[in-house]
């Protein structure tokens, strides 16, 4: 054609080819129709561990397979036979090293023909595939062991590929926690929510809106098994988000918590039994011990024995604990048993106010008492809850403070990113390590000289787990203490407001994908 060169290789072809043999990460062998060995690549030579002129002019079965068992020789001789027919062919052969180990081949067979298309003998491209055999045995044997650990456990798991649309596993204990097949689960994806108790449906829905924003998701919920009885569920559930934020899988757990959500009722029968004491006998009690006191005052007045004055002294020191201890007890009960009410929080008045109600009392005196407060938050908890946080940890600073030196408490509160941390320290008595992880028990006292009803820092920990909160301590014996609470800014419970409108749509899709679109 005009206008067109013809382009010739600067190389020779048969040098080409020869460079190429010689050079490819494969072992090559050329045998002959009698499988005599007429060509092997480095590669080849070295994978068996000989050299090439070691290998030239043997035969390929009695090199390659030595004592090896009578099924390889078989296999190899019927390869043999088939690519003198012209077949080609590949397939797997366990051959020997010269030190004797063996060598596990993938083996690419090919006839080789002369000018004339009469077949001279065969080609094999060989790879050593033993530690991939190695490894995928392994692979499979954690595999057979994942499934047998996972069937085992009586929690059920499921992996959901959102952007596929499909579900990628469902364990077997589905059908024991729900009654229903796995079969049936797959002919209707949307099964497991169907299941779902009416009034309990919107606290899933919720939970969806949260997984397709990227938040992990913990729920309870109630079903109906096939059966007709009602469960209750724990469900947790990750979700997974590509760079752009989009959902893309999801991965959680289900678990049957029907005997633990009886256990809890029955506890809370029994604690609000003893609530139920506790607030007639602080009925009962309260107005014999205001009685009681009543009467010593006017007993101090009439009185002027010295010695009749110290003994009402100490009758009312009692009447003052078992007055407090009663005041605990029925702070105690009522954190235990109240309901939440969220509002948002001002700090500065009331710490202001638990300040104008210890700052004229003896124990107070002489303390330097500092605050550092941001004016506002936005910060939303129970404030009912908060100030007994607040006023306990402030008395228990007050009651530890150092005799002869000039005391502080110090208060600090700084946002966090999900809430708030309240700092509370001193520099008191301090408190010895090996009791700091018991002081928050119920009636615990550090030292035999405390005043108190041991029920304070108690009444601390309570309040911070009523608020989802965690609370440390720090404390160093003649140094000071400092205790740390961390309290999330909490919201109004899913199951009591509507879906967000941005979330409502992305609830749908969630709930879709969430259920599996295909299997």
């Known amino acids: 054609m005009k206008g067109k060169k013809r382009i010739s290789p600067d190389l020779p072809i048969p040098q080409l080819y020869k460079s190429i043999i010689e050079a490819i990460d494969l072992g090559i062998l050329f045998v002959d129709r009698g499988d005599t060995i007429l060509f092997v690549n480095p590669n080849f030579a070295t994978l068996l561990g ?7 002019g043997k035969k390929a079965n009695q090199l390659l397979l030595g004592k090896t068992k009578k099924k390889q020789i078989k296999l190899m001789k019927v390869k043999r036979d088939e690519r003198k027919k012209g077949a080609k062919d590949e397939y797997e052969l366990e051959v020997k090293h010269k030190s004797g180990k063996a060598i596990l081949l ?85 099964l497991w929510f169907e299941v779902i108790l009416p009034e309990d449906k919107p606290i899933v829905e919720a939970s969806m809106a949260r997984l397709a924003l990227g ?11 096939k059966d007709g009885k009602v469960i209750w569920l724990e469900g947790k559930v990750t979700p997974s988000l590509d760079k752009h934020g989009k959902l893309i899988r999801l991965d959680g757990v289900v678990a049957d918590i029907s ?20 607030y007639k006998a602080s009925h009962d009690l309260g107005a014999p011990l205001a009685s009681m006191m009543g ?10 024995n010295t010695e009749v004055k110290e003994y009402l002294g100490l009758v009312k020191v009692s009447l003052d604990k078992m007055t407090n201890l009663l005041k605990d007890l029925v702070s105690t009960a009522s954190i235990s048993q109240d309901k939440l009410t969220v509002e948002e929080i001002e700090f500065r008045p009331i710490v202001s106010q638990i300040h104008n109600a210890i700052k004229y009392s003896e124990e107070f005196s002489g303390i330097k008492f500092t605050t550092d407060i941001p004016e506002a938050t936005g910060f939303r908890t129970d404030k009912r809850f908060l100030y007994p946080i607040l006023s306990n940890l402030i008395m228990n600073a007050m009651k530890y403070r150092k005799n002869g030196k000039e005391s502080y408490i110090r208060i600090g509160i700084r946002e966090d990113v999900k809430g708030v941390v309240i700092q509370v320290k001193d520099n008191g008595v301090g408190i010895q390590g090996e009791i700091q992880d018991k002081i928050f028990n119920m009636f615990f006292r550090g030292t035999q000289s405390s005043k108190g009803s041991g029920l304070g820092l108690y009444i601390v920990k309570t309040a911070v787990e009523k608020l989802q909160g965690k609370i440390t301590v720090e404390s160093e014996l003649r140094v ?3 205790f740390t609470v961390f309290l999330p800014s909490l919201h109004v419970p899913a199951e ?3 879906l967000p409108r941005a979330a409502d749509k992305i609830s749908k899709v969630s709930l879709k994908t969430f259920s599996g679109l295909s299997d």
Not at 181 to 187: C, G, P, Q, T, Y
Not at 260 to 265: F, H, I, Q, T, V
């Open 50 to 56: 000989y050299e090439p002129p070691e290998m030239i």
């Open 106 to 190: 993938n083996i690419l067979g090919s006839p080789v023909r002369d000018e004339k298309g009469k077949i001279i003998g065969s080609l094999g491209v060989q790879s050593d595939i033993s530690r991939l055999k190695e490894y995928q045995s392994m692979l499979e044997q954690a595999l057979s062991d994942r499934t047998k650990l996972i069937s085992n456990i009586r929690e059920a798991f499921f992996s959901v590929d959102v952007k596929k649309g499909r579900r990628q596993f469902l364990s077997k204990a589905w059908e024991d926690i729900y009654g229903y097949s796995l079969a049936e689960f797959r002919s209707n994806f949307d």
């Open 215 to 225: 938040e992990k998701v913990y729920h309870e919920y109630r079903i109906k098994r």
């Open 259 to 278: 005997r633990r959500k009886k256990a809890e009722r029955q506890l809370n029968d029994k604690v609000n039994d003893l609530n139920t004491f506790i």
């Open 295 to 304: 009467l010593i005052h006017l007993a101090e007045q009439e009185n002027r």
């Open 480 to 482: 000071g203490t400092t």
């Open 496 to 498: 009591n407001h509507p």
